[in-house]
């Protein structure tokens, strides 16, 4: 018997040595003293020594159901429901084999110990974590996001993600609805501050009822909890903004809100030109495959040919970036019925970028390097807008149907006008993309500790490219009059759909998910470089046949192993050449979770992949005005293997938290490239070699000192990677790097006018290939100074300063905040980049490729503007 073959014997005597216990099933409804359904009960079976032998939660309607083994359970037992706001109470039971017990609670009569209770900034029931946010801000967040930064057990990453207690979240949620989805950020960067009163982390949750049941899940999300006053009223602001004297600088902004029982609502307007990009706001796909919840497969295809724009990750967008950006969104919720809501979103983004640049690329791969440079002069227009709706329909307590439809238009226009040493090029490129999913979703409840999911999805992605170059490079190269126009034409479309049934059973201490799915995908690329040889044409066809079987067996309710094995049979079919290719993909979790010494996750997982479509052409085509790339056929699945560790514990209400994560990649089969670099191209084909592997360790530990009002950050992240490189050689050789970047942040909580929030960074850059050391080192200060200097006026003052090699760029801003008492209206004037720095120097090190970037920075504006708050 094989290994594979033990392994799946091993899983399938799991599955049906535990699936004959004796079980008790104990279901009923939870209800207030008004007969009001309470959603969130705790829902406890204890036993004779109180120690919890079951557990589950509540649905929307108040209803519950949990079972237990009777193995092992002597006499009496004990149901204990309790909830916010509701005094708990305790039940004693005869376990017999069903057993039906409705529950009333009755509020909860508050002390003063418990208005005290009340009036705490984080206070922590269940898995709910609900945080003051007045207790945390200084009157200068101007929008949710800004809150978030602030406050214990949260953080939002550089491209606007929010991560709570250590785990990207599933939602952001108003008021317990769900209005954005994955597009959230149109929600964090936009509502206004000022209407938030508190926010609550949700751990283990689960937006399914049905899967809520189960209890299985281990997603976090955010629940924003919004001001007295605010609910069954219009509410929003208005802001005009403009640059003072000469600076063309402004924004206009519109924000609604409307929160009623039956239908919840947000619009979004806004315009501006400080840098930020509206389509950066919206999430490009989604691909979820869930061991225990709902999955979700969105495919999207990839453009051909790429313009760079040279944007830096070094400094905010407002210093930075060249652009103007339009907003329109509207999302809504509605509850036609109890058990009939309809949730959808509409938006139309736009931006407008301007950049110049210039630069210096040096190819470290000989005695000789080679370099060039490059003056860019880049234009992009990028429209996105789609339309969004889901539908939620919860018939009965045993089935739930969603349906989620998705339609997006994405063209984009980009042009570049560069000098490549000492010739002028010209470049534009015009892209239409259009996308659309649908994901069907039906849940039903067998049993007690059986439910059964359909997923049934269907999409599309298509994207059009036409590219016009200018280059007497190309042209002397490929043999053309001096003055040509180099046309290159692209497409890439993909058309799938597919079915998964997946069985989910709970039993004692067993969470067992079996699953089978089927998908067809047609995908098809084509280029052709015009007046030229160059053409690729790849149809790419793939019939997938995929169990996925997953054991979580519990040991108690703070440790658990889970062990998940993926069989894939799929029918690879690529121009003439028909594969049938098996695949396996087993892994293995330990974890560890709320102890007193925090959480611990060990993981281990095997992973087999097939190249894309990209990736299979046989000809060469233009990626950009300098590189050719080319494909290869398949040879054999590419392989890599992943083993990782965490640790982290969050103790939110003392502002206490330790978050660790050590990664370790280990590629067996990877598609690499051969590169032949020359003074004015580069030339890549693909060919399938051995791997390299890397480290990952990230820590962070954040820390409250009460007596001197300081909360404190610190945090690591450290790279180290060795790929096999073949450059301008016969040989792949390997190349090694290590990154590091230590920083430190602090925020102060004085009760006198002036409060700070400082910090600084250091960043270290290596690579070292073909004995050649290349090493790039950054460091960074800031300082911000938060001065109220009467009850109505607010100055902020950020200082950054930046040491990138022998350069030192500073960077100054002021903000005057007037809120008079009792008015509707604010103001505020933004004096930015006082000392008007105009451009900074940056390098990046890849590998042999060291790249050195002159970019101009915004300069010095006074921005002047009003909200009015209604």
């Given at each position: 018997m094989s290994k594979t073959e033990k392994i799946f014997s091993i899983i399938l005597f799991f599955v049906f040595s535990f699936s004959f216990s004796q079980e008790i099933l104990i279901k009923g409804k939870v209800t207030d003293n008004q007969n009001r359904g309470i959603e969130s009960a705790s829902v406890l079976i204890l036993d004779n020594n109180d120690e919890t032998i079951a557990y589950s939660f509540s649905d929307e309607k108040g209803y519950y159901n949990l079972n237990f083994d009777k193995k092992g359970v002597n006499g009496m037992v004990t149901l204990k429901i309790s909830s916010l706001d509701h005094a708990p109470k305790e039940i004693k039971i005869n376990p017999e084999s069903v057993i039906l017990k409705d529950v009333v609670l009755e509020d909860k009569i508050e002390t003063i110990k418990e208005v005290i209770l009340e009036g705490k900034k984080v206070k922590i029931n269940q898995d709910t974590t609900s945080i003051k946010v007045a207790s945390f801000g200084n009157k200068t967040e101007q929008t949710v996001e800004d809150i978030l930064k602030k406050l214990p057990g949260i953080e939002v990453l550089n491209d606007g993600s929010i991560k709570a207690h250590g785990k990207k979240i599933e939602k952001l949620l108003v008021e317990g609805e769900d209005l954005l989805?994955?597009?959230?950020?149109?929600?964090?960067?936009?509502?206004?501050?000022?209407?938030?009163?508190?926010?609550?982390?949700?751990?283990?949750?689960?937006?399914?009822?049905?899967?809520?049941?189960?209890?299985?899940?281990?997603?976090?999300?955010?629940?924003?909890?919004?001001?007295?006053?605010?609910?069954?009223?219009?509410?929003?602001?208005?802001?005009?903004?403009?640059?003072?004297?000469?600076?063309?600088?402004?924004?206009?902004?519109?924000?609604?809100?409307?929160?009623?029982?039956?239908?919840?609502?947000?619009?979004?307007?806004?315009?501006?030109?400080?840098?930020?990009?509206?389509?950066?706001?919206?999430?490009?796909?989604?691909?979820?495959?869930?061991?225990?919840?709902?999955?979700?497969?969105?495919?999207?295809?990839k453009p051909l040919y790429g313009i760079a724009n040279n944007e830096s990750q070094f400094f905010a967008k407002t210093?930075?970036?060249?652009?103007?950006?339009?907003?329109?969104?509207?999302?809504?919720?509605?509850?036609?019925?109890?058990?009939?809501?309809?949730?959808?979103?509409?938006?139309?983004?736009?931006?407008?970028?301007?950049?110049?640049?210039?630069?210096?690329?040096?190819?470290?791969?000989?005695?000789?390097?080679?370099?060039?440079?490059?003056?860019?002069?880049?234009?992009?227009?990028?429209?996105?807008?789609?339309?969004?709706?889901?539908?939620?329909?919860?018939?009965?307590?045993?089935?739930?149907?969603?349906?989620?439809?998705?339609?997006?238009?994405?063209?984009?226009?980009?042009?570049?006008?560069?000098?490549?040493?000492?010739?002028?090029?010209?470049?534009?490129?015009?892209?239409?993309?259009?996308?659309?999913?649908?994901?069907?979703?039906?849940?039903?409840?067998?049993?007690?500790?059986?439910?059964?999911?359909?997923?049934?999805?269907?999409?599309?992605?298509?994207?059009?490219?036409?590219?016009?170059?200018?280059?007497?490079?190309?042209?002397?190269?490929?043999?053309?009059?001096?003055?040509?126009?180099?046309?290159?034409?692209?497409?890439?479309?993909?058309?799938?759909?597919?079915?998964?049934?997946?069985?989910?059973?709970?039993?004692?201490?067993?969470?067992?998910?079996?699953?089978?799915?089927?998908?067809?995908?047609?995908?098809?690329?084509?280029?052709?470089?015009?007046?030229?040889?160059?053409?690729?044409?790849?149809?790419?066809?793939?019939?997938?046949?995929?169990?996925?079987?997953?054991?979580?067996?519990?040991?108690?309710?703070?440790?658990?192993?889970?062990?998940?094995?993926?069989?894939?049979?799929?029918?690879?079919?690529?121009?003439?050449?028909?594969?049938?290719?098996?695949?396996?993909?087993?892994?293995?979790?330990?974890?560890?979770?709320?102890?007193k010494l925090g959480s611990f996750t060990l993981s281990y997982s095997?992973?087999?992949?097939?190249?894309?479509?990209?990736?299979?052409?046989?000809?060469?085509?233009?990626?950009?005005?300098?590189?050719?790339?080319?494909?290869?056929?398949?040879?054999?699945?590419?392989?890599?293997?992943?083993?990782?560790?965490?640790?982290?514990?969050?103790?939110?209400?003392?502002?206490?938290?330790?978050?660790?994560?050590?990664?370790y990649l280990k590629s067996k089969s990877i598609l690499n490239t051969e590169s032949i670099i020359t003074n004015d191209f580069s030339f890549n084909s693909f060919q399938q070699t051995f791997g390299g592997e890397s480290y990952n360790f990230n820590f962070s530990f954040t820390n409250y000192i009460r007596k001197l009002n300081i909360s404190s950050r610190i945090e690591t992240n450290n790279i180290w990677n060795s790929n096999p490189i073949n450059v301008n050689s016969n040989n792949f050789s390997m190349s090694k790097g290590y990154a590091n970047k230590i920083k430190y942040s602090a925020t102060t909580y004085f009760k006198i006018p002036v409060n700070f929030d400082f910090g600084f960074s250091y960043n270290y850059n290596q690579t070292i290939f073909n004995d050649i050391k290349s090493t790039n080192i950054t460091k960074d200060l800031f300082l911000n100074v938060n001065y109220k200097i009467s009850k109505t006026l607010l100055a902020e003052s950020n200082n950054s300063l930046y040491f990138i090699f022998s350069q030192k760029y500073s960077f100054n801003n002021l903000v005057l905040s007037y809120n008079p008492i009792d008015s509707k209206f604010s103001y505020r004037i933004i004096f930015n980049n006082i000392l008007n720095e105009k451009e900074y120097v940056y390098t990046t090190l890849n590998n042999y490729t060291n790249f050195t970037s002159r970019i101009q920075l915004v300069p010095r504006y006074l921005l002047a503007s009003v909200k009015y708050r209604f």
């Open positions: 989805d994955k597009n959230y950020k149109l929600l964090s960067k936009n509502l206004d501050s000022k209407t938030l009163d508190e926010v609550q982390i949700i751990d283990n949750f689960e937006d399914n009822p049905i899967l809520k049941k189960l209890n299985n899940s281990d997603k976090v999300a955010i629940n924003l909890k919004l001001k007295k006053g605010l609910k069954n009223v219009w509410f929003g602001n208005i802001t005009l903004g403009s640059g003072v004297l000469s600076e063309n600088r402004w924004k206009e902004s519109l924000n609604l809100g409307l929160l009623k029982k039956k239908i919840k609502l947000f619009y979004f307007g806004d315009y501006n030109n400080l840098g930020e990009k509206a389509t950066d706001l919206i999430t490009s796909n989604v691909l979820e495959n869930s061991q225990f919840g709902n999955d979700r497969f969105e495919y999207k295809t210093q930075s970036i060249f652009n103007s950006a339009f907003l329109n969104s509207l999302s809504f919720t509605s509850k036609f019925k109890e058990n009939l809501s309809l949730r959808g979103v509409v938006y139309l983004t736009y931006d407008k970028q301007k950049q110049n640049s210039s630069s210096e690329t040096i190819f470290n791969i000989g005695n000789n390097p080679i370099s060039y440079t490059e003056n860019n002069f880049y234009k992009n227009g990028k429209t996105l807008a789609s339309a969004e709706l889901e539908l939620k329909y919860y018939p009965n307590d045993k089935n739930y149907i969603t349906n989620l439809f998705i339609f997006k238009d994405n063209p984009n226009k980009t042009s570049n006008d560069l000098i490549f040493n000492s010739d002028n090029i010209n470049q534009s490129s015009k892209s239409k993309n259009s996308t659309f999913y649908n994901h069907f979703n039906h849940t039903y409840e067998l049993s007690s500790n059986k439910v059964l999911n359909n997923y049934f999805y269907f999409g599309s992605d298509r994207v059009n490219e036409k590219t016009n170059i200018f280059s007497p490079l190309l042209n002397s190269f490929l043999d053309l009059n001096s003055d040509s126009n180099l046309l290159q034409t692209a497409s890439n479309n993909i058309l799938y759909s597919g079915i998964k049934t997946k069985l989910i059973t709970k039993l004692k201490r067993l969470d067992i998910t079996n699953s089978l799915q089927a998908e067809y995908n047609s995908e098809l690329f084509k280029n052709k470089l015009l007046s030229t040889d160059y053409s690729n044409h790849v149809k790419l066809n793939q019939f997938k046949i995929i169990s996925d079987n997953s054991i979580r067996f519990n040991f108690s309710k703070i440790f658990d192993i889970t062990g998940n094995i993926s069989f894939q049979n799929i029918n690879y079919n690529y121009n003439y050449i028909h594969k049938n290719i098996f695949l396996i993909n087993p892994s293995i979790y330990l974890n560890i979770k709320k102890t095997e992973n087999s992949t097939l190249p894309e479509i990209n990736q299979l052409t046989d000809d060469y085509q233009l990626t950009d005005y300098r590189s050719f790339s080319r494909g290869t056929n398949y040879q054999t699945p590419l392989k890599n293997s992943i083993a990782s560790f965490a640790y982290y514990i969050y103790i939110d209400d003392k502002r206490f938290s330790i978050n660790t994560t050590l990664f």
